[in-house]
Every structure is written in structure tokens, then in C-alpha cells.
């Protein structure tokens, strides 16, 4: 017998619980199926995927190439322990390592077990125990984790982890220094090394933080600020460990972020965009340095679904889309579209404060007033126009991901220009309703 939409929606909410939700205001969506940048809601309604639902099905939704490596796979060998090897293991790896120009992968299920590994590893490898992270930063739900990232959810399971030192982001339109953009002598990183000065540099293990900010307002760096992070870590005999879950994997146009900014780090943590999400895969890819003292000492971490052969077929496949069918060049292209219509829709609108975009990563920041810079929402609230603003992309079945004052635009990176416009017209439509809202 067939169910109605609803009745799947309500037994959802009855029996399951739903992440980071206050569960009476959950207000989901049934999705049945998907193909490319769009899906499918239970009432037939067909939704752009402006989010690549939480910025991970890069090579969109349904690719076919990536569901006949999961059936071959399946048909094979569905489940090897993490101790064995399989071909896709170690295939995988080994292209892994060829993209990152770094020496050894190990594998996880999500991007949160890849950022607890890096971690440990870290700390097994200097024998020291402080990690620095950044506050505009999310790593994962675990607790080590939420411990080390630095945005307002991790307040409820405090004290957490010890041994995490947050300092600032390189966020220039907020710039917690207060430079300008013209005289700014990158304070941001000057304070990094008071603050390694002040915690002893024979303290600190590594620095973890994502090669472009994600979810706490994607921040982009300016072009000298990873080389000279680099060079003053290796002053200081400190690990980088690169967060990609969410940059990664051509996110930004680059295998992983960094790479737009000429650097190498010790550790890249991975996921997402690593399969599409079409099947859980994360890991850790270490540097020669960290691999040699592997070779004799022990790796204190493990998980039973680590390496999981369907797991990796899915991530061959994917990653074998990104070449055979040019999708950093199809970033490329629309990213520059993207870009240009963001840059309009910035001075069109009196909301908008700033967006910042690097590939087809993208993000819309709102304000009261331009001159103040006064947030649409404070943080880690809402606010009745960014209520409007939700209600009125969810009313043209328009997909994506708003936090505080922020709205994001990172679609399937194989999005079409024309798909692209379809989408960023309804935004304009929905940022006018908004300036409506404050009366401008």
C-alpha cells in the first residue's frame, strides 16, 4: 500500500531523531529521487540543489558512473575488515597520494573521524599535546572534534577535549584586528605566533583549519596568508593539518584548497567530496615525515568500517568523474559566472553586505545597513527577515543552507550556466523581499 508524503513525514518525526534540531520545529523534507542539481519531494515538487544538499554531492546527484562501481563493487566483495586489503583500498590510496603530492591515506567513514584521526596522529607523532584551531571553524560532531572547532556548538558539550588553542580567522570584512584591506599587514597571522609564543611553541602538536572556511561563513584568505601560515609553522616545528572536507575535491577548482595557494600541509582530511557523499568515506592523508615514523611506532586508532571496499569503489569512480568529464574546468567556468552575478547582486541589493566566492563555493552575507555592517541575524540566532528570506526560497523549491546572516550557493559542480542562472534568479527575487523587509 502507498503511502502519502505526509504520513512519511510524520512517521519520520515520530520515530527518528533529527540533527542539530530542536525536534518540534523540524520541518523536513520527503525526498524520492534525484538526478543531477535537482530533486524530488514526495508531493512531486521538482528543487534545485543550490546546496549540493550539505555542500558534498559534487559530482551531483545519481551519477551513473558512480552507481555502477557501487553495484559492480557490491557484487564482488561488499565487506572487507580494515585489516585486509582490497584492490579498491588500494587503488584509492594510491590516487589519494598522486593528487595531494603528500605520502599515505588512511581511511575513515566521515569527515569528523577524519579531524579525530588527524589529531591523534598528530600528537602520537610530536609527542606534544596542544592543537590550534580557528573560532570561525566546524570539524565534525565528535568530541574530540566539536572540541576543536570553534563555533557555537560546541558550547553544550564543553569542557570537551583539553589541549585546543583557538585563535582568529583571516575575515576581512569583519576583521577581528580592525585593519583595512589596504594597509592591512596580515594580523592575523602575526597573532598566530603571539599565541604560539604564549602557549610554547615545544607545546603544540599541530594547527588544524580548513583551507577555506565552510559552514561558519566561508571565509576566503587572502592570497599571502597560507604561505606565510606555512612558513611560520615550520619556524616552529608545527604540523598543518588541512581540513578539505568541505573544500575539497573540487569545490574551489583545486583538488583540495590550499592548492590554489601554492602550500603543501603535513595531513589533509578528507571526505564528502570524495565519493559525493554517494557512499560514507573519509580519511587522512599524511606527509612522507609522518609515514616514516609510522613505519615503528604504533597508529593508536582504528574503525570497523574503515577502507570499506564499496566505500572506496564509490571514491575511484568519483574521482575518475572529475577527470574524464572535466569537472574542475566546469568549475572554472561557472564559478566565474557565479562570481560576476554575486558581485551584482551585491550592489543591486541593499541587504546584501558581502559575498565571497572561490570556485563554486559561494556565500551571501546580509546586513541591517551597509555602512554599520550591522548582521541581518545576530550569532547563532535568526531573525524575522531571514525567516522571509528561507520562506521564500523554500516557496519557490529553491535548496539551500542559512545560518545567522548568511546564505550559501555551492550546487553540484556540474551544474550548467543556464541551471546556475535558474537558481541565482529566484536569490534575486528572494533578496529583494528581504529589502522590502527593512524598507529600502
Known amino acids: ?83 585486509m586489503v582490497t584492490t579498491p583500498k588500494a587503488e584509492l590510496g594510491k590516487k589519494l597520494v598522486e593528487v595531494s603530492g603528500l605520502h599515505k591515506a588512511f581511511y575513515t567513514l566521515s569527515g569528523t573521524e577524519a579531524n579525530e584521526s588527524a589529531m591523534k596522529i598528530a600528537r602520537l607523532v610530536t609527542g606534544r599535546n596542544k592543537i590550534i584551531t580557528r573560532y570561525r571553524s566546524y570539524h565534525g560532531d565528535t568530541m574530540g572534534s566539536m572540541s576543536a572547532s570553534g563555533d557555537f556548538r560546541r558550547w553544550p558539550v564543553e569542557p570537551g577535549i583539553p589541549g585546543i588553542v583557538r585563535v582568529f580567522d583571516p575575515y576581512c570584512y569583519r576583521c577581528p584586528f580592525g585593519a583595512e584591506e589596504a594597509t592591512c599587514s596580515r594580523q592575523c597571522v602575526s597573532h598566530i605566533e603571539e599565541v604560539i609564543q604564549m602557549e610554547g611553541p615545544q607545546n603544540i602538536a599541530a594547527m588544524l583549519a580548513e583551507g577555506v572556511t565552510g559552514t561558519n561563513g566561508l571565509l576566503v584568505p587572502p592570497a599571502d596568508y597560507w604561505p606565510r601560515v606555512r612558513a611560520l609553522l615550520d619556524k616552529y616545528d608545527i604540523l598543518l593539518i588541512d581540513d578539505e572536507v568541505m573544500a575539497g575535491f573540487g569545490r574551489t577548482g583545486k583538488w583540495f584548497a590550499t592548492q590554489n595557494y601554492g602550500i603543501k600541509p603535513d595531513m589533509i582530511t578528507f571526505a564528502k567530496g570524495v565519493s559525493s557523499s554517494l557512499m560514507p568515506l573519509g580519511g587522512v592523508i599524511v606527509n612522507k615525515r609522518i609515514s616514516d615514523h ?138 529583494a523581499v528581504v529589502d522590502q523587509a527593512l524598507g529600502a
Open 1 to 83: 500500500m502507498d503511502i502519502s508524503s505526509k504520513q512519511v513525514v510524520q512517521d519520520a518525526r515520530d520515530y527518528t531523531l533529527f540533527p542539530w534540531s530542536v525536534q518540534g520545529a523540524v520541518q523536513p523534507i520527503h525526498m524520492t529521487k534525484a538526478q543531477g542539481v535537482w530533486f524530488w519531494d514526495g508531493d512531486g515538487n521538482k528543487w534545485i540543489d543550490f546546496c549540493a544538499q550539505i555542500m558534498n554531492v559534487n559530482v551531483g546527484h545519481q551519477h551513473p558512473k558512480v552507481l555502477e562501481a557501487i553495484k559492480k563493487q557490491v557484487d564482488e566483495l561488499c565487506y572487507a575488515g580494515p585489516t
Open 294 to 431: 609510522l613505519e615503528d611506532h604504533m597508529l593508536w586508532t582504528g574503525l570497523t568500517g574503515a577502507g570499506h571496499p564499496v566505500c572506496c569503489a564509490a571514491g575511484i569512480a568519483c574521482m575518475d568523474v572529475y577527470e574524464e568529464e572535466k569537472v574542475f574546468e566546469n568549475v572554472e567556468k561557472q564559478g566565474a559566472y557565479l562570481a560576476a552575478r554575486l558581485e551584482d547582486l551585491k550592489a543591486k541589493h541593499a541587504c546584501v553586505g558581502d559575498v565571497r566566492h572561490i570556485g563554486l563555493f559561494s556565500m551571501v552575507e546580509l546586513v541591517k545597513d551597509k555602512a554599520t555592517k550591522e548582521p541581518l541575524a545576530p550569532y547563532g540566532g535568526t531573525s524575522p527577515e531571514m525567516g522571509k528570506l528561507a520562506a521564500y526560497l523554500r516557496s519557490k523549491h529553491l535548496y539551500t543552507y542559512s545560518r545567522f546572516n548568511l546564505f550559501f550557493i555551492a550546487p553540484p559542480l556540474v551544474i550548467t550556466e543556464e541551471e546556475l542562472k535558474y537558481g541565482l534568479d529566484i536569490v534575486d527575487e528572494a533578496l
